[in-house]
């Protein structure tokens, strides 16, 4: 991820959980994801 550090993604990440927490449909279109991608063989 070429111009993007980790703190920068971090923060970003941190920030998407507490939306997450607070729009519960959001959370369930990242639940939706999150299961889609685990059910995916690499």
Known sequence: ???IDY???SLNR???EEK???DKRLN???SA???NLSKKKI
């Open 1 to 3: 991820m070429q111009g």
């Open 20 to 22: 997450r927490k607070k």
């Open 28 to 30: 369930l279109v990242i």
């Open 7 to 9: 703190s920068t993604v």
């Open 33 to 35: 994801v999150e299961n």
């Open 14 to 16: 941190k920030r998407l």
